[in-house]
C-alpha cells in the first residue's frame, strides 16, 4: 500500500478473495475457562474445528470474528466509494 490511508483496489480484491476461499462462516470462538471447562481454546467453522494454542481471549474472539466482519467491511467500502464517486460526478455536473 503506498498511502497509509488508502487501500488500492487490488489490495480489496486480494482481501476478497482470501474471504471467498475461507471456510464458510460464521465462525465461533470457544475459550477455554470462559465457554468450556476442559480442552483447549478453539474456533468452531461450518468445516470443522480448529485449535489457538497460545493465543489469548482477544485473539480467538477477533480471529473468528473477522470470518463474519471483513466480508461486511469489504462491501461497506466498496459501496462507501460507489457513494462518493457519484456524488463526486454530480458535484462536477453542478453549475
Known sequence: MTDQ?????SELERMQRLCDNAT???WKAYVEGRD???????VQ???G???LS???EADCDFIANSRQDVPRLLS?????RASL???HGIAQDEP
Open 49 to 51: 474445528d480448529f485449535e
Open 5 to 9: 490511508s488508502q487501500i488500492s483496489a
Open 85 to 87: 464517486k457519484l456524488a
Open 45 to 47: 467453522t461450518s468445516q
Open 54 to 56: 497460545g493465543a489469548s
Open 24 to 26: 464458510a462462516g460464521p
Open 36 to 42: 468450556h471447562e476442559a480442552g483447549s481454546s478453539f
Open 76 to 80: 461497506e467500502i466498496r459501496a462507501l
